[in-house]
């Protein structure tokens, strides 16, 4: 792959990964809630997922997946449902993911993995956005599994940083808020976050 079309690709894609979207809202209410370390297993299944929809969009899977919108429709009303079931427990200060001072409760890494991977994947706009992007980039006349994983990498890496950075912007606003009856504002804060990435998700 030339350096010419990197150069163009990684700020672009950069770009369109700092901007605010499900997965960046969700990595940030996650910092909130349960901190930096434990979103990273968020973290991990948002990059699965992204890596799964990324290379179906260039072996065509995507354009099979797009004739039959009532298989993302299932999967997004019921990932939106969680993510609103989980947003509302969290507004109500309850659950495993609600910051409780005196009794903290972890919530499980496959819970978390699991959440990451369903936004990803049931992102409707992520594929939309996979299926324009990349094909332009693919050279049909070189190999397209060595230009493919570095597409890959480059898209990956971007992700995890940006998330990261989300992340580490929600955690920073658990330490100011997390005193007194700030808890149970970042409850609602954080709650109302995670209703709103389910609606958008299960509606978008």
């Not at 930096?36 to 968020?42: E, G, I, K, L, P």
């Not at 797009?66 to 997004?76: D, G, Q, R, V, W």
């Not at 230009?147 to 658990?174: D, H, N, P, W």
Request: proline share 4%.
């Amino acid at each position: 792959m030339e350096l010419a079309v990197l150069a163009i690709f990684i700020p672009t894609f950069f770009f369109v990964s700092i901007t605010p979207g499900m997965c960046m809202t969700l990595a940030m209410t996650l910092g909130m809630s349960v901190g930096v370390r434990r979103t990273m297993y968020m973290m991990i299944g948002e990059l699965l997922g992204v890596a799964i929809v990324a290379i179906s969009a260039v072996i065509g899977v995507a354009s099979v997946m797009l004739k039959y919108p009532e298989l993302f429709a299932i999967l997004k009303y019921i990932g939106g449902a969680y993510l609103v079931y989980l947003g509302y427990q969290m507004w109500m200060s309850k659950g495993k993911m609600a910051i409780d001072i005196n009794n903290q409760v972890e919530t499980g890494k496959f819970e978390l993995f699991a959440q990451g991977l369903i936004t990803a994947v049931s992102n409707p706009k992520g594929w939309g956005f996979m299926i324009a992007l990349l094909p332009p980039f693919i050279d049909p006349e070189q190999a397209l599994v060595p230009q493919l994983l570095i597409l890959l990498s480059v898209i990956l890496c971007s992700e995890f940083v940006c998330m990261m950075l989300y992340a580490t912007g929600g955690k920073t606003l658990r330490i100011f808020l997390s005193t007194g009856n700030n808890v149970k504002l970042m409850n609602r804060i954080s709650g109302t976050l995670m209703v709103g990435v389910g609606i958008w998700l299960a509606l978008g």
